[in-house]
């Protein structure tokens, strides 16, 4: 579970990170998760774009796919969703501590 100071450091982060993967008509499928879960291992913080095809809540879009890549949501905004999931061999990203 994140800190809200360790998510604050997260939103400014990607701040400018472009959305890399989308969600569209088919909702969370494998597909999709996939590719998350491959930039989840590459870049540790990963911003999803919802695109206004997908017919279910971004919020529930947004949940399953922490669920389902057991990453951290990060944020919402909008249609974009951010994730983290830390890599345990090599982490990118050093959170601030307390």
Same mark, same amino acid.
Request: proline share 5%; net charge positive.
């Given at each position: 579970? /994140?800190?809200?100071? +360790?998510?604050?450091?997260?939103?400014? $982060?990607? *701040?400018?990170? =472009?959305? #890399?993967?989308? %969600?569209?008509?088919?909702?969370?499928?494998?597909?999709?998760?996939?590719?998350?879960?491959?930039? /989840?291992?590459?870049? +540790?913080?990963?911003?999803?774009?919802? $695109?206004? *095809?997908?017919? =279910?809540? #971004?919020?529930? %879009?947004?949940?399953?796919?922490?669920?389902?890549?057991?990453?951290?949501?990060?944020?919402?905004?909008?249609?974009?969703?951010?994730?983290?999931?830390?890599?345990?061999?090599?982490?990118?990203?050093?959170?601030?501590?307390?």
């Amino acid at each position: 579970m /994140l800190s809200g100071k +360790e998510k604050r450091y997260l939103r400014s $982060l990607a *701040n400018t990170v =472009d959305p #890399v993967v989308q %969600v569209g008509k088919a909702s969370v499928n494998e597909s999709v998760l996939f590719s998350l879960n491959e930039a /989840l291992d590459a870049r +540790e913080l990963v911003k999803v774009k919802v $695109l206004k *095809n997908c017919l =279910d809540e #971004v919020k529930d %879009v947004a949940q399953e796919l922490a669920d389902q890549s057991k990453a951290e949501l990060v944020q919402v905004i909008g249609r974009n969703v951010v994730l983290y999931r830390p890599n345990p061999e090599k982490p990118m990203i050093k959170l601030p501590k307390e």
